[in-house]
């Protein structure tokens, strides 16, 4: 744009029409200011954020929050998944005017404030030394004087609809002498971040924080690591890269973001089978027990991340809308489950003992059959998470067999996802697509009204007899075993083990 050169003041007069124009630059102008308004725009809907941490022992951080227009209603979330009371952590608000005059905020409830004027900027703290369940340490914020994982969805405030909305925050972190920041987002300076998905977004900060990337076809995968470990960071980019692999494989897709693991070790001298992880956007948040033999902790390591890494895909990578928690979750754990099978991870019978504990989990939930698996999604935070988990796993299990055995081995429950991923169009709605995919396969449509739509217990011991495997009880549970299969049982069984 030769004729302005870019100046903002040039190009408001031409659209005045207070400056002469030749003609052939009217058009490059017309152009150029809608460029500018939409760069205005995007910057008129940004929430900018300072992110402090005042204190690690006790943990305390300070927000300040200013907001893109005055408003008077400020809501934090008050529950993340199963944690509740989560608002109670937010103290000491103060609001003020643009002239940065103080305004009373009124507490109306939990993370509720009301303000009589408006207001364009708050500060508040964010106490942070409530003792967490060591389970709930990768689903919500935490600090210590070792490190501090902040999760943006439960310290901001809430986009509400109105003059509180927001669609980006910019955060600006200040961190103790000697600590570092790694995060899922885009980092704009040393210590400025951009995202326009804060309820995705993950900072772990901390010293001695160890980066590394690796390019894994489309995009890169980066493991960020924090304490001390008994194996290198290759080992663990190694098990995640060939994870990685065997998902795209298997989905026919490639992961379009760039991908970030946080390992973390479990609170405590905690050996590798305690463990507590989530994936959000395109972060796996992972904490593992660090105690333990090389082997023991890339063992465990493989096993945690043949799920959490499928989240990447399912959900993250399909939008879809619905609660459709029992396929993401029950079904993703079970095709996991195949892929440690796969990679030799465990053995035939390590996944036979598998399902076997899950039916006993199942078994123990006195709600198991009060809900079909699309009304448990609904109420999964509300209610018994086992039918989203356990029986949906154990669905997932037999369906797989009938798929085998009915396809004479030419298909499986993996042809569902590549199917799942080839026919998404975006935002469609999460449970009629895999409902239908799920149901158009071999005549299985009965297969899904029972026990996807309907409320049928789930009786392994009866369901497995057509596939040569059996269940038996003893005083340390459910056992479940092949059992004199038939040559026809024997292949199906055989294309399992080696799936």
């Known amino acids: 744009m030769s004729f302005c050169r870019k100046n903002t003041a040039c190009l408001q007069r031409a659209a005045a029409g207070t400056l002469a124009v030749p003609v052939k630059s009217q058009k490059l102008i017309v152009v150029a200011l809608i460029a500018l308004a939409a760069v205005a725009g995007v910057q008129a809907q940004t929430l900018n954020v300072g992110i402090a941490v005042v204190s690690t022992s006790p943990a305390r951080i300070r927000i300040n929050a200013e907001f893109p227009k005055p408003t008077n209603v400020i809501s934090f979330p008050n529950a993340y998944g199963g944690s509740l009371g989560l608002a109670e952590r937010i103290e000491n608000v103060t609001a003020r005017e643009a002239n940065g005059q103080l305004i009373a905020a009124k507490k109306l409830a939990p993370g509720e404030f009301e303000t009589a004027e408006k207001i364009n900027q708050i500060t508040y703290d964010v106490n942070l030394s409530g003792l967490l369940p060591p389970t709930q340490h990768s689903h919500v914020s935490s600090l210590n004087s070792e490190r501090g994982l902040l999760m943006l969805s439960d310290l901001l405030p809430r986009s509400i609809k109105g003059e509180g909305a927001f669609s980006s925050v910019q955060i600006q972190l200040e961190l103790p002498a000697g600590w570092a920041a790694e995060s899922n987002t885009q980092k704009k300076t040393s210590s400025i971040y951009l995202t326009e998905e804060p309820d995705k977004t993950v900072f772990l900060i901390g010293p001695q924080l160890q980066r590394k990337a690796q390019r894994i076809g489309a995009s890169d995968f980066s493991l960020v690591l924090s304490g001390d470990w008994p194996i290198a960071d290759k080992d663990v980019l190694k098990i995640a890269g060939r994870i990685v ?217 009866v369901s497995v007899r057509g596939y040569g495997l059996r269940v038996s009880r003893t005083r340390a549970g459910s056992q479940l075993m092949v059992d004199k299969p038939t040559k026809e049982q024997s292949k199906t069984l055989k294309c399992l083990e080696k799936t």
Request: aromatic residues 12%; charged residues 20%.
């Open 245 to 461: 692999q065997e998902y795209s494989k298997l989905t026919g897709f490639e992961l379009r973001r760039n991908a970030v693991l946080m390992l973390v070790p479990f609170t405590g001298d905690a050996p590798p089978t305690r463990w507590t992880a989530e994936t959000r956007g395109n972060a796996v948040v992972l904490l593992l027990g660090n105690q333990g033999t090389a082997k023991q902790i890339k063992s465990r390591l493989g096993i945690v991340l043949a799920h959490e890494i499928f989240h990447l895909w399912v959900p993250n990578s399909l939008n879809l809308d619905g609660d459709y928690d029992w396929f993401f979750e029950g079904f993703t754990i079970y095709q996991a489950l195949l892929l440690d099978l796969r990679l030799h991870l465990i053995s035939f019978q390590d996944y036979l003992d598998t399902l076997a504990r899950v039916y006993d989990s199942y078994l123990s939930a006195p709600d198991r059959d009060a809900f079909s698996l699309l009304q448990a999604s609904e109420r999964r935070w509300s209610t018994s998470s086992t039918l989203v988990y356990d029986k949906a796993m154990l669905v997932a299990f037999l369906y797989d067999l009938e798929l085998r055995k009915v396809s004479a081995c030419n298909a499986s429950i993996a042809n569902v996802y590549k199917d799942l991923f080839g026919s998404r169009s975006g935002h469609d709605d999460g449970n009629q697509l895999i409902i239908t995919l799920l149901g158009e396969r071999q005549g299985l449509r009965d297969f899904v009204a029972k026990y996807i739509h309907g409320t049928d217990p789930l009786d392994l011991a």
